[in-house]
Every structure is written in C-alpha cells, then in structure tokens.
C-alpha cells in the first residue's frame, strides 16, 4: 500500500511542480456574512477535491506548525486550499503555507513542497468566522494523491478551528517547518486536522462532485486509520474508475453529530450551508444522518427527523443540487438501543423510501442488516460494537451506492 502511494506521489510531483504562482484579489462574500470568504471566488469550473467539516477544537497554541495529510479524490490542475476560522473568536495569521506530496510520515517527496499565497500575499489574516482561499497553485495534480498541506501561526490563540476524528496521521511541529520536506522536524504525530478544510482542483470540463453529510460512521469510526477506508473512499475509488461525470468526494461527517441538534458538531441543519453547499463543484448532496438523534434519547420523533430531511432537501434543491437519501442503519447490541428508538428508524426509513422526496435513494439499511435479525447488524460488516461498520462493511456500503445516482439533474428551484 505505501510503496503504491509512493508511485503515485512522484508521479504527483513532477506534475504539481510546473507553473509560477499567480496572484488574486481578495474579495468578500456578502451571500453569508457568517461565513465571509477572503480570497478570489472559487472558479465555476472548479470541485472540492477533498473536504473535512470545521468544528471548534481546543485553545490554539501560537508558534505551531501542522503538516496535514490528505488524500485527494479528483484529478485536475491549479490547486487551492480553504483554511477556516469558523469556531475562532479573534483573527488568526497564517504566515505560511505550503502544498507537497507525502513520501513516508511527514517527509515530502523531493522538489514537491510548493509555497502557497493568498492573493498575492505569502501570509493571511482570517477573521472569526471566516474563510480564506489560496491562489490557484498552477500544474496538475492527479486523482487520489496523498497531498500534504503545511501551515504556520505566528499568533494563534483562543478556539482553534479543525476536525477532530481524521482517521489519518499528520504532524506538528514548534516554529515555522513549513517549506522543508524532511521529517525531521515534524516529530509530533497527531490525529486530527487543524484550520484546513478544503482542497480544490479545476478538473476536466463537464465534471462535478459529491459531498457526504454524515455522522461518525461516515467519518469513518472503526475504519483502518491511514489507509482510506472510510465508505466516501470507497466511493471515491469507484468513480476514478467509473464512466460517471462525477469525480470529486467530500466527506462532511462529525463523529457524533445530528440532525435536528447541536453536540458532536454543529446540527447538519445548521452547517449545511458552510461544509456543504459552499463547495466547489457540487452536482450531489449524499444525506447519511439519524442514528444519533434516534439513540441519544432526547425525545426525537420520527416526524421530528422527517421534518429535518425535508429542510435539507428543500435546502439543497434551492441551491440548484441534488440530493440522495440514504436509509439509518441497524444499530441493536449498542448500549443506547431499545424498541422505542427502533420504531423510530423504522418509521424514518419508511419515509426516506418512498417519500419521493430525495432524487434517489441508497438503502444502507437494507445493506448493512442481518437476514436473521434485521435489527442488528451483520456480523462481517460489524465494525465491532454493532452501531459502526469496519471496513468491510465500509466498502459494502460505497458498493452499494448506484454511480449514476450522483450524476443526475438538479431540479429547478422551486420545483
């Protein structure tokens, strides 16, 4: 596995290093103040390629490096990256930033780590709130590379903005790393990601993205850390190889997370607009939410939960995407299950078959569950404690999803 990512990622470098930086205004997006954007708007041709969901983290540390390593969906060329300050509570600087392709740990292949700018501009000041998008960082990148963002703060501090559960090893450092490829200072191995949530690409004409709204199981709880199991990977390798005009994968889980409330993240509600429909590219919203609305006991009726798909779809719809539905899996021998919470996935998952609402439907439910006990998950795809899939179970799901489901039309809003 890591000898085949090595492949790619000289491969990677020797197409990433061609081209000069080029400079951008900075602009600021007045459509929603609460998430204002620093940078050039993103290019109509341009996909997420990559994306994690922001959520508060502990006090930022000033000084700090990160080298983040993630690993691309989509092929294309003039790189970008989005660094967020949405949980900040004052401005944050980053006076470095730079893009690479990981060789082993936290070394970079040679000649790969490339500055990055901010119109024009080695460093950014993103306000509480905020986003900022890198200049365009001109070569192509191919598709599922193993891209390694590094970026410093002088001045960090207060709630630092990032995603908590990566199921992938990056690193950190003390003092300003951030140009060198060796590891050698890159001592610190850490398991989330820190300020970055966004990698896009301007990939070939005519192709879009899919972005997955989920909960921990979509984030990939129980998965094979380092190895890119989670089902959106899955997924994403699928349409490499598919003849589908969707390429680009986001996955927007938050371990923990809900629909209708606030706790492990931000409601899906309240944050689809940010992790979601700002995205670059978006042909198609993949909805995989509920089990932890259901199970946390709050008093959640099934209507309660219908009530939440409907906005979302509405929601997505205005926006001119589409939206796929996809059934709550079984979760018996969890400790939060009993039979009322069952009658209540059950009556969801009536609703999100046959409602018509959503432009098509993926029955994970229907995947995931035992023939002899449909309450319970199967064993093989059991992950190990009966609410979250491993990783054969990951993969059952991706293969469930029909390919061109993702690529339909969007329907006019108001429709």
């Not at 600021?28 to 041709?45: I, K, M, T």
């Not at 009322?340 to 439907?361: K, L, M």
Request: charged share 20%; glycine share 10%; hydrophobic share 40%.
């Amino acid at each position: 596995m890591r000898a085949r990512f090595a492949r790619a990622g000289r491969l990677g470098a020797l197409l990433l290093l061609a081209g000069a930086v080029q400079a951008t205004p900075v602009q600021a997006s007045d459509d929603h103040p609460e998430f204002a954007v620093l940078g050039a708007p993103a290019d109509h041709r341009e996909i997420v390629t990559w994306g994690a969901s922001a959520d508060r983290m502990d006090n930022a540390v000033a000084d700090r490096g990160y080298r983040l390593v993630v690993h691309t969906s989509a092929a294309g060329s003039d790189l970008r990256i989005r660094l967020s300050n949405a949980f900040g509570d004052r401005p944050v600087t980053f006076d470095s930033a730079y893009a690479g392709i990981q060789q082993d740990g936290a070394a970079l292949v040679p000649g790969s780590n490339r500055r990055l700018t901010f119109a024009g501009a080695r460093s950014v000041t993103v306000p509480a709130g905020a986003t900022a998008l890198s200049d365009p960082l001109p070569g192509r990148l191919p598709a599922a590379s193993n891209l390694v963002v590094s970026i410093h703060s002088p001045d960090a501090a207060g709630p630092a903005t990032g995603h908590w559960m990566a199921m992938q090893t990056s690193y950190a450092t003390e003092g300003d790393h951030t140009a060198e490829e060796s590891a050698a200072n890159w001592t610190e191995p850490i398991g989330s990601w820190f300020y970055l949530d966004a990698v896009a690409v301007r990939p070939p004409a005519g192709t879009g993205a899919v972005v997955a709204l989920g909960d921990s199981i979509t984030d990939g709880w129980q998965s094979t850390t380092d190895l890119d199991r989670r089902w959106p990977d899955y997924l994403a390798r699928r349409l490499q190889s598919a003849g589908t005009h969707v390429k680009g994968v986001a996955n927007e889980g938050i371990s923990g997370n809900k629909v209708l409330a606030d706790g492990g993240g931000q409601s899906a509600l309240k944050r689809l607009q940010r992790d979601v429909l700002s995205q670059p590219g978006v042909r198609t919203v993949f909805l995989f939410e509920g089990v932890n609305d259901i199970k946390a006991h709050t008093g959640v009726t099934a209507q309660d939960l219908i009530a939440g798909y409907r906005e979302v779809a509405e929601r997505v719809h205005a926006a001119g995407k589409c939206v796929v539905g996809a059934t709550v899996a079984p979760f018996k021998g969890w400790s939060e299950w009993d039979q009322a919470g069952e009658t209540v996935r059950q009556e969801v998952n009536e609703f999100i078959r046959d409602s018509g609402e959503f432009d098509a439907v993926t029955d994970f439910d229907h995947i995931l569950r035992s023939p002899y006990d449909p309450e319970r998950m199967l064993p093989v795809f059991d992950g190990g404690d009966h609410l979250h899939p491993g990783d054969k179970g990951m993969q059952a799901m991706a293969d469930a999803v029909d390919l061109k489901s993702l690529d339909c039309a969007a329907p006019h809003p108001g429709d």
